[in-house]
């Protein structure tokens, strides 16, 4: 992987280096709720060095972001991918070897660890780095469980009298069968662990139920899949909400919306997100409030009480059923792609928010966000999420990337004697803001049909249903 030294220009605009800042929370505050809590104390955070770990299109957000940040000495991503490499110095590293993560923060002076995806966190990463006096942004290994066991989950739902589906967990296949014969489809089932996304089946009839039973106690997701979760069908629209938690208090970041499909309408089988766009008009006001009321707040509330707090970001997968919002599924980290909507559309430096959720101080916190919308489409080599070839050349991306409103973030390349070359199944991340969902998608095409990739594909239609509704007036 190549390294950059280089500071994003970006940053030209944040060049005053001091040995630090003085910060009253709220740091971002509007003006009478920094008066209302003029009495807080202030508390003084110096710039530092930053290790980020991950190499997808949410790192190269997150470190787009981190970059732009005065609080920041140096960045370092790793593994890292070519448009991280624009952002921070991209080093080989194994993130599995926690002793090598740990060796690397010590001999650079890393102060502040941001942990990208969800398997290092699983595996107990944020508690490694602690334990070697190394501050890192996201929950700890018991507080991953959130995402690494639906099991443990659903249990605390029903403990918390947290909304979600009614639900029975199984270690074999025949009890399993029994329950699903017993309530009929349509019904959900889900392998317990970290599948990669997979380990979910909607099962409209019976008969896929008792496929996806089979194909899990069979060994498809390996460990992952030896308990399975059988859960009510939830009918309604799906939303994605994203919260910060520094283990006491929560504060809502922002609403999106993804589209997991490969294909356009909702076609094709699921990917990891072909697209994503924020706010989604279908978060209400009220609804917001219901989420973090009913799902969000107990949450966080019942972690602390289990004395294991969650610290990091709290992603809900969120029907709206005519019964209310009901919670599907959580995620420890940001989502892939809506995480790259929501930092173009966070207007507060976004490290000092990671050190209060680090150092349980988020409670008069505020993050200030643009009124914009914004949009990514996801670019991806031909065949995802099936096989694809990589190594392909990808044209015109400066080009595409200097388009009003538009940032491109690279989700999977490598750069070779001088080129971009796809090196993924998801390899671009093409974004853009606008005044309304129907500006930023039209910038953001306007900027995909400049980027020359014949091997690469996207959907057409990202954001449709708030378009639709922008068009009706709504
Ligand atoms: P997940 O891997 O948990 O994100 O689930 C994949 C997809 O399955 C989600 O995006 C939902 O569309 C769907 N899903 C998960 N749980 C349910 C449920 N209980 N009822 C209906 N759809 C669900």
């Known amino acids: 992987m190549q390294g950059n030294l280089g500071i994003p220009d970006r940053r030209a605009s944040h060049a005053v280096r001091n040995d630090g800042v003085w910060l009253a929370y709220p740091l971002q505050g509007e003006a009478d709720s920094c008066n209302r809590n003029g009495f807080e104390p202030l508390i003084w955070l110096h710039p530092m060095h930053i290790l980020l770990l991950g190499s997808g299109g949410r790192e190269h957000a997150l470190a787009w972001k981190i970059a732009a940040s005065p609080l920041l000495t140096k960045l370092w991503c790793a593994p890292g991918n070519a448009g991280i490499a624009r952002e921070a110095e991209c080093v080989v590293l194994d993130i599995a070897n926690h002793a090598a993560v740990i060796d690397f923060c010590k001999r650079e002076r890393i102060e502040l660890v941001v942990v990208g995806p969800e398997t290092p966190l699983a595996a107990g990463i944020v508690d490694d780095l602690a334990q070697a006096g190394i501050k890192a942004f996201g929950p700890s290994r018991q507080a991953s469980q959130l995402e690494g066991s639906k099991g443990f989950t659903k249990a605390l739902c029903t403990e918390f009298g947290i909304p979600t589906g009614a639900y029975g967990r199984f270690g074999n296949a025949a009890d399993a069968l029994a329950y699903v014969r017993k309530q009929g489809a349509p019904i959900v089932v889900k392998a317990d662990g970290l599948a990669a996304g997979k380990g979910v089946v909607v099962a409209m009839t019976m008969q896929e139920a008792e496929a996806a039973i089979a194909m899990m ?12 979760v059988i859960e009510e069908y939830l009918s309604g629209r799906e939303v994605s909400f994203f919260a910060l938690s520094d283990g006491d208090t929560a504060i809502a970041l922002a609403s999106a919306q993804d589209h997991k499909r490969v294909f356009d309408h909702d076609h094709g089988p699921n990917t990891g997100g072909m697209g994503a766009y924020s706010p989604t008009p279908f978060v209400t006001a009220a609804i917001h409030d219901e989420i973090m009321k009913k799902i969000i707040l107990p949450t966080v509330a019942g972690m602390k009480a289990r004395g294991t707090p969650f610290r990091g970001v709290l992603y809900a997968g969120v029907m709206l059923t005519a019964e209310g919002p009901k919670l599907f599924e959580y995620n420890v980290r940001f989502g892939d792609p809506e995480c790259q909507v929501l930092m173009l559309r966070m207007m507060s430096d976004i490290v000092p928010a990671m050190l209060a959720s680090c150092d349980g101080q988020l409670k008069n916190f505020d993050l200030r966000w643009f009124p914009d919308s914004a949009l990514t489409v996801v670019m991806a080599a031909k065949g995802y999420p099936g096989d694809y070839r990589k190594g392909t050349r990808i044209g015109g991306l400066d080009v595409a990337g200097k388009a009003e409103g538009v940032e491109i973030f690279h989700a999977g390349t490598i750069a070779k ?58």
């Not at 069979?218 to 308990?227: H, I, Q, V």
């Not at 090196?423 to 995909?448: D, F, M, P, S, W």
């Open 217 to 228: 106690f069979d060994g498809a997701f390996g460990a992952a899949g030896a308990e399975v």
């Open 417 to 474: 004697d001088g080129e971009i070359l796809a090196n993924g199944g998801r390899v671009l991340n093409v974004c853009a803001l606008g005044k309304t969902v129907t500006e930023a998608q039209q910038r953001a095409y306007a900027a995909v049909d400049r980027i020359q990739w014949p091997e690469g594909f996207c959907r057409r239609d990202i954001g449709w249903q708030a378009v639709e509704r922008e068009k009706a007036g709504g």
